[in-house]
């Protein structure tokens, strides 16, 4: 940019003063838009590979003290937020996946009596064996409630991990599901109360974005406040489509109601929500480095056996 200047005769006599040159017709259009707004008419003249930004000489004065501010502001300004980058794992989600449905074949081989040592119960849960909040995510009704799971399992590892991680996002999942159940069994204290199924975890999950986001929202200043219902409004929307209704079965005749958990959906979606915000504030991210992603993977990959074995004693 050049700050000569020099004198000519504008439109009608006009006579014209130069502010600066730019070697950018946008630079000398932005330069521009800042003196309309004082209501000043400006004038841009090529001069060569230059733009020369010109307003009339009695407001010449003017119009550079403003252009002075605006440059400031804008030396002054933060550098645009830069998006964090997201991938998504998708061995990793697909393994995931591979090993639910491993689950509900060994669950559909073994002794009931073993499987009924890993329900929910919550009066049980009350009375001490708190492993129950463990077994119950490797469980499922039937065939048709494993489907349903599987296919929400897709979307939300494949969001959890590319947010926190493979490992944190596990983990994150492990511990949201096993505390919606918790909380579930103390909100059924005065009646009797018996759930099991991987839902109450992947609703964990889907609360670990809701809760990351929220942060991230609550962390970017200048923004309004009213954007921050977003992540939770979505959470919820989610739990109203998914998790409230029984659904259909294939020929058409509806599952009962009854059957599906809200309470431990809700549980699992606001453990989640928390375990997510946790987590973001102490800066676990996808990058979070390798070693510490295999050690809480490898915590939330033990949790899960070491409860079953637990319960089977």
């Known amino acids: 940019m050049s700050a000569a200047v020099f004198h000519d005769q504008g439109p009608e006599g006009v006579e014209l003063s130069e502010l600066a040159r730019y070697e950018r017709l946008q630079d000398a259009r932005e330069r521009g838009l800042v003196v ?6 400006h004038w841009i003249v090529r001069h060569g590979r230059e733009y020369a930004l010109c307003v009339e000489t009695a407001n010449r004065e003017r119009a550079l003290a403003a252009i002075a501010e605006f440059e400031a502001d804008e030396r002054t300004r933060g550098e645009e937020r830069k998006l964090e980058p ?10 995931t996946v591979l090993v639910m449905a491993l689950l509900y074949r060994v669950q559909i081989a073994i002794a009931p009596s073993l499987v009924e040592r890993g329900i929910a119960d919550d009066a049980l849960i009350r009375a001490g064996e708190w492993w129950r909040c463990f077994t119950a995510l490797t469980l499922h009704g039937d065939s048709e409630h494993l489907a349903s799971n599987l296919s929400f399992a897709f979307v939300v590892f494949a969001f959890a991990y590319g947010r926190f991680g493979i490992g944190f996002g596990l983990l994150g999942t492990v511990i949201g599901g096993a505390l919606g159940h918790a909380l579930n069994s103390i909100a059924h204290f005065s009646d009797g109360h018996r759930s099991l199924g991987s839902s109450t975890a992947l609703f964990a999950a889907l609360g670990l974005l809701s809760g990351a986001e929220l942060i991230a929202r609550i962390q970017h200043k200048g923004r309004a406040r009213w954007p921050l219902i977003v992540p939770i409004g979505v959470a919820i929307a989610f739990l109203g489509l998914f998790g409230g209704a029984g659904g259909v079965k294939p020929d058409g005749t509806p599952v009962p109601v009854g059957r599906v958990d ?3 959906h809700l549980f699992g979606l606001a453990a989640g929500v928390a375990v997510g915000a946790f987590l973001y504030r102490l800066g676990v991210r996808a990058q979070t480095n390798a070693r510490a992603q295999i050690i809480a993977g490898g915590v939330a990959m033990l949790a899960l056996p070491a409860a079953w074995w637990l319960a089977s004693r």
């Open 86 to 95: 997201f991938q998504i794992p998708k061995l990793a989600v697909v393994f």
């Open 262 to 264: 809200l309470g431990a």
């Open 36 to 41: 309309t707004s004082m209501d000043l008419p």
